[in-house]
């Protein structure tokens, strides 16, 4: 297994072992080298001005929603909107295309809190127009009770996680969207989990709306994505009014740009949009094949030896998920076992890991939560569960 630890400047700082990437992820050299350059050499607002400190900062930033693009294989630059984050991306689609048009709203129990909290804020309430999809015992989407759904609401309004980030839960994307236009209705899936470990195939899945972040894919923090189909995103309100996103102003009115422009008011986060271009470089200089076998050897190896533990429950089988595994310990609390590790220089998430309605549903609150990525390692797991073993010698 190759070790990818030399590629990020964070290690040469910090000697714990960083297992909570499903919460950020580390940043490459490359992404941090572009983000200086950027306030060094060429830091100036976008599509003002005719400076060429101005051009070449609008041409990098413009560059890097092409690259997106590509990423994902959206069918034009145009359907991609930088967004602030996921969370600002479901907000912006729950306020300004769904509220007006949707009567009814699925959801799945693996949402974050981001995909719940939304939808309440635009009137969407469970046991009046807001459903919930039903899990299987392995905590996946039970597929013929949300075919009866969609069959008693069609023209629904779907939003789903593509990977659950509290147990890995990888959602079967493609038969639930096919599931959603059978009965008329649209989808929007949450990406924030899956783009560091999934190659997304916008066009393929043939998803009406994909949002994700960069921070978990290697890039900065405050910079997300928002995929939408065209014809949709040209329906879609402006989400906030400002500089940049109109056409004309007056006192009387104003008319606004075109997708995508018209949802990215005011100065937006332009260096981390342009260090978001340099991580989606990096992701694919590697190549997801890689990617995905080295999560799956983490994955299945962290698994085997966790399965070792007596009183150890595992919520999840290695078949299905990825980039995250969760369990608990019998008889100790999921916050001890993490601050023992936190002592030992283990970096992990304990908690109920924003997806409260899910841990409510097991009838735990919370869980300890081990998420890789690239630059982790088997001899890291090893050091893990000795840590592991011996947290849980001391509390019990």
């Known amino acids: 297994m190759k070790n990818y630890k030399n590629d990020f400047p964070f290690f040469e700082n910090v000697s714990d072992i960083y297992f909570d990437s499903a919460a950020t992820s580390q940043k490459p050299k490359a992404v941090l080298d572009k983000l200086k350059e950027y306030y060094t050499s060429y ?134 969207t096919y599931l959603a236009h059978k009965y008329d209705s649209t989808i929007l899936v949450d990406g924030a989990q899956a783009i560091a470990h999934i190659d997304v195939d916008v066009k393929e899945l043939n998803v009406d709306f994909y949002v994700f972040s960069a921070h978990k894919m290697f890039g900065p923090t405050g910079v997300g994505v928002l995929y939408g189909k065209y014809e949709l995103l040209n329906q879609t309100k402006p989400y906030q009014g400002g500089g940049t996103m109109i056409d004309d102003v007056s006192f009387e009115k104003t008319t606004y740009l075109n997708p995508p422009h018209r949802f990215e008011a005011g100065t937006q986060n332009i260096a981390g949009v342009i260090g978001f271009k340099e991580a989606i470089k990096y992701i694919n200089d590697i190549g997801y094949n890689e990617i995905v076998r080295h999560d799956m050897q983490l994955i299945r190896y962290a698994n085997s030896e966790l399965k070792k533990i007596d009183s150890l429950r595992l919520f999840t089988d290695s078949d299905n998920i990825c980039g995250n595994i969760s369990f608990n310990i019998d008889g100790i609390h999921h916050n001890d076992i993490g601050v023992l590790l936190d002592k030992q220089h283990i970096t992990l998430r304990t908690g109920h890991h924003c997806a409260l309605p899910a841990m409510k549903y097991l009838g735990v609150d919370g869980s300890v939560r081990v998420s890789f990525t690239i630059y982790n390692t088997i001899e890291e797991i090893d050091i893990f569960i000795k840590a592991l073993i011996r947290a849980i010698g001391m509390l019990k």
């Open 43 to 176: 830091c100036a607002n976008t599509h003002r001005g005719s400076h060429d400190l101005g051009n070449r900062a609008t041409r990098e930033y413009e560059e890097a929603r092409e690259t997106t693009r590509e990423f994902i294989n959206a069918q034009q630059t145009e359907e991609i909107v930088f967004t602030k984050g996921t969370t600002e991306a479901i907000n912006l689609i729950a306020s300004s295309f769904v509220s007006q048009r949707f009567k009814t709203l699925i959801l799945s129990r693996l949402e974050h809190h981001s995909n719940i909290v939304p939808w309440q804020l635009n009137g969407f309430k469970e046991g009046e127009n807001l459903f919930i999809i039903p899990m299987n015992d392995d905590l996946s989407i039970n597929l013929k009770a949300y075919k009866e759904l969609l069959k008693e609401h069609p023209n629904s309004f779907v939003s789903v996680t593509h990977v659950s980030n509290a147990f890995g839960i990888i959602n079967p994307v493609r038969e639930l």
